[in-house]
T-cell receptor
């Protein structure tokens, strides 16, 4: 089973709203990732968690706040977003950050976010 | 600086024929390469990977070839099926470098398989 689930599937929010995206995996993976993807572009890495600790922050604006409550869950808290933040937000997981096959990332279906 | 390049934005192939998608890279530290397939409004699906110690890996209709001296990899799909129509991304990783924990993606190639 290589399933990563994400909720909600779609989200519309105003620029003053606070919302959260959720990601879950039950593969025992210890690395989890948030990506942002615009149409016809490759995924852009935002954050990496390894063993529940933030390992990489790709200079993401503070209006995006990640959280890893436990090894199976990853949240992305959103506050005061801009219309240009509208995109598909993808979560992924891998066994660990170890190089090679153990670092193969499995992606969830994504949350389609629209900021008005 | 684009470390992973897919120079063909699109490819059209007849059903039953071979599809060949190409990918070039510049960073000699890359040691693991992956191909993902993506349908619109869905997350990328992992297809196949290859380690830098190999030059070929096969999984059913999908074969990935790696030419390290040319810094080139390719994905062969034989026979191509209409359901293969999607965007294909190649990606690379380099353990033990500033890229550890990161997948570096190419820009993607849109494959259309015509019935």
């Amino acid at each position: 089973d290589t399933e990563v689930t994400q909720t909600p599937k779609h989200l519309v929010m105003g620029m003053t709203n606070k919302k959260s995206l959720k990601c879950e995996q039950h593969m025992g993976h210890r690395a989890m990732y948030w990506y942002k993807q615009k149409a016809k572009k490759p995924p852009e890495l935002m954050f990496v968690y390894s063993y529940e600790k933030l390992s990489i922050n790709e200079s993401v604006p503070s209006r995006f706040s990640p959280e890893c409550p436990n090894s199976s869950l990853l949240n992305l808290h959103l506050h005061a977003l801009q219309p240009e933040d509208s995109a598909l937000y993808l979560c992924a997981s891998s066994q660990e950050i170890a190089g090679g096959p153990r670092e193969t990332q499995y992606f969830g279906p994504g949350t389609r976010l629209l900021v008005l | 600086d684009q470390q992973v390049k897919q120079n063909s934005p699109s490819l059209s192939v007849q059903e039953g024929r071979i599809s060949i998608l190409n990918c070039d890279y510049t960073n000699s530290m890359f040691d693991y390469f992956l191909w993902y397939k993506k349908y619109p409004a869905e997350g990328p699906t992992f297809l196949i990977s290859i380690s830098s110690i190999k030059d070929k890996n096969e999984d059913g209709r999908f074969t990935v070839f790696l030419n390290k001296s040319a810094k080139h990899l390719s994905l062969h799909i034989v026979p191509s099926q209409p359901g293969d129509s999607a965007v294909y991304f190649c990606a690379a990783s380099a353990h033990g470098s500033s890229n550890t924990g990161k997948l570096i993606f190419g820009q993607g190639t849109t494959l259309q398989v015509k019935p």
